[in-house]
Structures are given as structure tokens and as C-alpha cells.
């Protein structure tokens, strides 16, 4: 059974840091795309920050390029969101997701529709 599991979610204040990980279990993921989107209740779900497969594309949302970095472990089928200067517009739930292949271009990562695996969600709360 596949399963993702995040951890690293928490409270902190704004310009402080939190790193998010997810390991997926269940079968092998190295040749899937990876990602961390995120949702504010009754607001749409938004891509966070993806990677292809083998970190040859990577995808920022506007709002986080040059604070959040992403970065993928195939051997241990992880990935993990460094999240650095945070604000109080990046509170949401943080889930991760993977799916696609060795073809997911840079342009679909950003697509939910193109993942097939989901974790359960991570609350991530930045005080003012």
C-alpha cells in the first residue's frame, strides 16, 4: 500500500525557518515527480515548490522563490521543503504528493492533476 507521511509542520513566527520531510513507502518512487502544495481553507490547493524526477526541473510558486527550497532523496524516496523567512500568508496545511514520470515537464508540475499519490497534510502556522 502506497503511503506518504509528512512531519516537520509546526508553529512559528514570521522569519523563522521550518523544514517540512515526506517519505513515501509502498513502491518505489525515483522515477516519479515529487511536490509540496498547500491549502488555506476555502482558497484552492497551490503548488508550493515540485521536482522531476531526477532534479532536473524545479517549480516555485511566486510568493516563496528565493525563501523555500526543495530537494529529493530517490534512494530513501523523500523530499523535504526548507522553508526560510516565513510569513504569516504561508500558514496552510502542506501536503505531498507524487506522480507522473520520467517525462513530467517542467510545466506540469505545477498540475495536482498529475500526481497520484497524496500524503494526509502537515499544519505549518507563522505568527505575526
Known amino acids: 500500500q502506497v503511503q506518504l507521511v509528512e512531519s516537520g509542520g509546526g508553529l512559528v513566527q514570521a522569519g523563522g525557518s521550518l523544514r517540512l520531510s515526506c517519505t513515501a513507502s509502498?513502491?518505489?518512487?525515483?522515477?516519479?515527480?515529487m511536490g509540496w502544495f498547500r491549502q488555506v481553507p476555502g482558497h484552492e490547493r497551490e503548488v508550493v515548490a515540485a521536482i522531476t524526477w531526477n532534479g532536473g526541473n524545479i517549480r516555485y510558486a511566486d510568493s516563496v522563490k528565493g525563501r523555500f527550497t526543495i530537494s529529493r532523496g530517490n534512494a530513501e524516496n523523500s523530499v523535504v521543503l526548507q522553508m526560510n523567512s516565513l510569513k504569516p500568508q504561508d500558514t496552510a496545511v502542506y501536503y505531498c504528493?507524487?506522480?507522473?514520470?520520467?517525462?513530467?515537464?517542467?510545466?506540469?508540475?505545477?498540475?495536482?492533476?498529475?500526481?497520484?499519490?497524496w500524503g494526509q497534510g502537515t499544519q505549518v502556522t507563522v505568527s505575526s
Open positions: 509502498g513502491r518505489t518512487f525515483r522515477a516519479y515527480a
Open positions: 504528493a507524487t506522480g507522473g514520470d520520467y517525462s513530467t515537464s517542467y510545466w506540469a508540475l505545477s498540475n495536482g492533476d498529475e500526481y497520484n499519490y
